[in-house]
C-alpha cells in the first residue's frame, strides 16, 4: 500500500541539493550538504524517487533523492556517519 505523504519541497541556495519536510513542519531547514539557505520550491517531487531520514539527535524526519546522502542534519547540528557501516556517528 502506497501512502502519500503531503510534502514542502526546498533547494539549497548555494549548492542546489533538494529536499522535503512533510507539510506539518514550520521550521526553516538548513541545506543538509553545505549549511546553506534553503528556498521553497515547487517542484512536485516524485515520492518513489525520495529516501526518508530520521535524525537521531533531534528526531526530525525528512526526505532526500534517494541518490543523496545527507552530511548534517537540516533541523540541528548533528552530523550523520558518511561510513554507513559504522555503528556509532559523531557530532562535531
Known amino acids: ?6 510534502m514542502k519541497e526546498f533547494e539549497c541556495k548555494g549548492c542546489g541539493t533538494f529536499i ?7 521550521k526553516n531547514p538548513f541545506c543538509p550538504e553545505c549549511r ?5 520550491v515547487e517542484n512536485s517531487a516524485n515520492q518513489a524517487d525520495l529516501k526518508k531520514f530520521k535524525c537521531s539527535e533531534c528526531d526530525e524526519i525528512f526526505f532526500m533523492k534517494k541518490d543523496k546522502l545527507p552530511y548534517k542534519c537540516p533541523f540541528c547540528n548533528y552530523t550523520f556517519s558518511v561510513s554507513p557501516g559504522l555503528k556509532q556517528e559523531e557530532r562535531l
Open 36 to 40: 546553506g539557505v534553503m528556498l521553497p
Open 1 to 6: 500500500m502506497l501512502i502519500i505523504i503531503k
Open 20 to 26: 522535503c519536510l512533510p507539510k506539518d513542519k514550520i
